[in-house]
């Protein structure tokens, strides 16, 4: 099993700065294989990346993937207040399919 | 307009078994995989496993094989994840979820369905 490992935990940031989010897998993931969700409390997960650079239809261009093999980043230019909210990294290449554990981006 | 709709919420006991439903529209709904996702109070997102309507292929975590069951009715487009002996630590809310095109990316989540196991 793929084990997915992101860092931070928790990210305390104002509005307007940037965002950069790790996730670490255990093993090479193939770069068609990683993606990445925001999740809002009480709501369900929504996605943001997939394909590790590929944006989902109707996610701003503020948000953005990128790595290979074993690291991949998302990184949000300007953090709006809408963007304050939890994000996973997910696999799909390799079966069983894993999400790491989260990032919290929370209001400095 | 696609969608997913899920069941309601549920309260069992220890020891019941428990389906729950997820139904889509808007789409073909044969085409594309559907994943289960498990949130548990407080915590983060478990990949349960992912079914594909047209074949009934199914793939579960490893960790869950033998505990849930993943199906579909092909002819109402709904999908189902059967427990068949529920313990309190199934406590928690299951998402379903789309394959977006070929990947296992999801891109269309139901709203969730909070499962509460209590004696």
């Known amino acids: 099993e793929i084990v997915l490992r992101q860092s931070p935990g928790t990210l305390s940031l104002p509005p307007g700065e940037r965002a950069t989010l790790s996730c670490r897998a255990s093993q090479s993931v193939s770069s068609s294989h990683l993606a990445w969700y925001q999740q809002k409390p009480g709501q369900a997960p929504r996605l943001l990346i997939y394909a590790t650079s590929s944006r989902a239809t109707g996610i701003p261009d503020r948000f953005s993937g990128s790595g290979s093999g074993t690291d991949f980043t998302l990184t949000i230019t300007r953090l709006e207040p809408e963007d304050f909210a939890v994000y996973y990294c997910q696999q799909y290449g390799s079966s069983p399919e894993t999400f790491g554990q989260g990032t919290k981006v929370e209001v400095k | 307009e696609m969608q997913l709709v899920q069941s309601g919420p549920e309260v069992k006991l220890p020891g019941e078994s428990l389906r729950i439903s997820c139904q889509g529209s808007g789409y073909i709904f044969t085409f594309y995989w559907i994943g289960w996702v498990r949130q548990m109070p407080g915590k983060g997102l478990e990949w349960m496993g992912i079914?594909?309507?047209?074949?009934?292929?199914?793939r579960y975590s490893p960790s869950l094989q033998g505990q849930v069951t993943m199906s579909a009715d092909k002819s109402i487009n709904t999908a189902y994840l059967q427990f068949n002996s529920l313990k309190a630590s199934d406590t928690a809310i299951y998402y379903c979820a789309k394959s977006y095109a070929g990947l296992h990316a999801f891109d269309m989540w139901g709203q969730g369905t909070m499962v509460t196991v209590s004696p």
């Open positions: 079914f594909y309507p047209g074949d009934s292929d199914a």
